[in-house]
């Protein structure tokens, strides 16, 4: 609902699923529409669908599949490097829009 509200009236960053993911280089970002491996981004997809919108939602995701074998429990986790990675891509992103925004 909270994307609902501001879809129309700013840019919206999204961070997706870093859990079971190893790899820092595999962190990117692009159009909700465009994600791949990605289970909380094809979530949001079907939600936002239901809602009307298609894209125009920037979402920082990985392009890794998770590791089924990166732990041997139900517990989902992920190397300590690769939420650090989404974090400092958003803080871009955010610049980015911000700058832009001032241009």
Do not use: Q, W
Request: aromatic share 10%; proline share 4%; glycine share 6%.
């Amino acid at each position: 609902m909270l994307i609902k509200h501001f879809y129309k009236k700013t840019n919206i960053i999204v961070s997706a699923g870093a859990g079971n993911r190893v790899d820092p280089t595999m962190v990117t970002y692009a159009d909700l529409s465009k994600t791949s491996n990605c289970s909380i981004a094809k979530i949001l997809r079907k939600r936002l669908k239901g809602l009307g919108i298609f894209s125009g939602i920037e979402v920082v995701f990985s392009k890794e599949p998770p590791k089924k074998e990166f732990n041997n429990s139900n517990i989902i986790a992920s190397a300590v490097f690769v939420p650090m990675s989404f974090g400092c891509l958003i803080s871009y992103l955010s610049y980015k829009f911000i700058c832009n925004s001032m241009a």
